[in-house]
């Protein structure tokens, strides 16, 4: 693994079911963020997390939830997926919050 | 919180003019302002970044300057090709504990030959 990547790229879920995003760095950054980009609007922060242990909450945090288990690895829940949630979804690290931000390639979810 | 404005969406030059993107941000305390470019189907990527101890900086055909008083900073590109072809993203941020990034809505911005 070389920077920061996601899993899956692509993602076709039928609504009410449950879903994780995975996303995984190797730069030992200690914050980590995600971020929902939809078609004509910016990239607009889920959660976040500054260091291994701790997570808060971003500009559109309802229907997600995070972990942020170890320094390497920030997974985000969709607890039960609705149509609005479809997105591009976008992981990225920092090696201190605010500061240059390093993107994963992106999970394009469909929620049908 | 940090509110950041892009303008304009979208832009349309030719090939070898220049374009101006600018941001406007509304935190005063805000000091780390980032450029992101994003490809089609890309993820986006930091092409500079200025702090806010400096008015001006510059990498090849692109720059960006910033006006702390009005509280607004701008990227410069030089000498467009058709590969600058892409949406750019401003962002502000404090820069230090509990302060995100915020970002702009995007300027899509094509090249034409």
């Known amino acids: 693994i070389a920077g920061i990547t996601q899993a899956p790229t692509s993602q076709i879920l039928a609504a009410g079911r449950r879903m994780t995003l995975r996303c995984t760095q190797d730069m030992r950054h200690n914050a980590m963020y995600w971020y929902r980009q939809d078609l004509g609007l910016g990239l607009r922060l889920i959660h976040y997390s500054n260091t291994a242990g701790t997570t808060g909450k971003g500009e559109v945090p309802d229907g997600y939830s995070v972990s942020r288990a170890n320094t390497d690895d920030f997974p985000l829940t969709l607890a039960s997926a609705v149509p609005s949630q479809t997105s591009v979804y976008f992981c990225?690290?920092?090696?201190?919050?605010?500061?240059?931000?390093?993107f994963g390639q992106g999970t394009r979810l469909t929620v049908v | 919180g940090e509110n950041v404005e892009q303008h304009p969406s979208t832009l349309s030059v030719q090939e070898g003019d220049s374009a101006v993107i600018k941001c406007t941000y509304s935190?005063?305390?805000?000091?780390?302002f980032p450029w992101y470019k994003q490809e089609l189907g890309k993820r986006p990527q930091l092409i500079i970044d200025?702090?806010?101890?400096?008015g001006e900086k510059k990498d090849q055909r692109i720059a960006v300057t910033l006006n702390k008083t009005a509280k607004h900073f701008s990227l410069h590109i030089t000498e467009t090709q058709p590969e600058d072809s892409a949406v750019y993203f401003c962002a502000a941020s404090k820069g230090n504990a509990g302060n995100m990034l915020t970002f702009g809505g995007g300027t899509r911005l094509m090249v034409k030959p």
């Open positions: 935190d005063s305390a805000s000091n780390y």
């Open positions: 990225a690290s920092s090696h201190r919050e605010g500061t240059e931000a390093f």
């Open positions: 200025i702090r806010s101890n400096v």
